[in-house]
């Protein structure tokens, strides 16, 4: 995916990702809480972490495609892996975050629908750009400084 859309694009991609696949864990889990009375204390939960994000960019990177995937043995289309891997990973590993892997899948979903509905440029990979520069100042002027750079000096060579 970063090949396809470049580093910066898909930094920003990541971080919608991260955001949209949290913010979707938190409120799902006070809504079961909540409005469902669900016994298990979700909201004391911390158990989402980055596979959330893994999933959603596996529903991206997977969402166009026409061919079939392998998921642990089973043979699925691949634009379903996620979903396939998902029911997998719960029925032979059940302590996993459910709801975290599930709410990734939701945050794919939903990215790929807002980037087709605003199909315009996205304000986020000028703002990553522009911070990574800034970041990187310190670096850059040290490596001036230090690493073999001379600075030209009046008259004859540097």
């Not at 864990?25 to 298990?40: E, Q, S």
């Amino acid at each position: 995916l970063e090949r396809m859309m470049g580093s910066t694009e898909f930094a920003s991609m990541v971080a919608v990702l991260l955001g949209l696949s949290h913010g979707i864990v938190v409120v799902t889990a006070k809504v079961l809480a909540t409005f469902f009375d669900y016994p298990y204390p979700l909201t004391s939960e911390c158990a989402v972490g980055f596979s959330a994000v893994l999933f959603a960019l596996k529903v991206v990177l997977n969402s166009n495609s026409p061919n079939l995937t392998n998921v642990y043995g089973v043979v699925v289309p691949a634009r379903h892996a996620a979903w396939a891997e998902l029911l997998l990973i719960q029925m032979f590993v059940p302590g996993v975050s459910f709801l975290g892997h599930l709410s990734g899948i939701f945050a794919g979903i939903l990215y790929l629908r807002f980037r087709r509905f605003f199909s315009g440029s996205n304000p986020l990979p000028p703002i990553i750009s522009k911070l990574t520069w800034i970041i990187g100042w310190p670096l850059r002027f040290f490596q001036g400084q230090f690493i073999g750079y001379r600075r030209p000096t009046f008259g004859h060579g540097t």
